[in-house]
């Protein structure tokens, strides 16, 4: 049996006739082809696969697509203005080097981007403390946090050259 959802992504909307199982994660990947979302353990742990559901962030395997009928998500596809340019925190993890294999980033980038959402001058203890449910096979947490860091000045009008 198929549960028909509808739903705003990255400004569209669309609609699908999904299986009740459908994790919001697949549907973004299989469905819409968004694969910038990323899938590291389907078990919550890993925050590979984090999207924003009505402005804040949630992990994409834990939700199922049934659940999200009716919101709005934003995809890391859909995070800057237009595809040409970069959000301020796409170029802050750039500049910084804030990627190495890149498959933790945009959760990575979707988690931080909420961080300032809320709090747009975080001290690095809370950039850290944020990202906790991200995981960085790479272990390349210290530019991580820098670029977060340095994103939040460029987001303030506070450009910070990259070092
Ligand atoms: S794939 Fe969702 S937390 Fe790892
Ligand atoms: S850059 Fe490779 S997993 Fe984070």
């Given at each position: 049996m198929a549960v028909s959802v509808s739903l705003n992504v990255n400004g569209k909307s669309v609609s699908r006739e999904v299986e009740p199982r459908t994790l919001l994660v697949e549907f973004l990947r299989?469905?819409?082809?968004?694969?910038?979302?990323?899938?590291?353990?389907?078990?919550?742990?890993?925050?590979?696969c984090v999207v924003h559901v009505d402005g804040k962030s949630v992990k994409a395997c834990t939700m199922l697509a049934a659940q999200a009928n009716g919101t709005s998500v934003l995809t890391i596809e859909g995070l800057?203005?237009?595809?040409?340019d970069l959000h301020p925190m796409q170029a802050a993890f750039r500049d910084n080097h804030g990627?190495?294999?890149?498959?933790?980033t945009p959760g990575m980038i979707m988690s931080a981007v909420d961080l300032l959402q809320h709090n747009a001058d975080p001290s690095e203890q809370e950039v850290r403390e944020w990202l906790e449910g991200n995981i960085c096979r790479c272990t390349g947490y210290h530019n991580i946090v820098k670029a977060v860091l340095d994103a939040a000045g460029r987001m303030r009008g506070q450009p910070q050259a990259a070092e």
């Open positions: 299989e469905e819409l082809g968004l694969t910038g979302t990323h899938v590291g353990c389907d078990t919550s742990q890993c925050g590979a800057a203005p237009n595809p040409e990627l190495q294999c890149g498959f933790c």
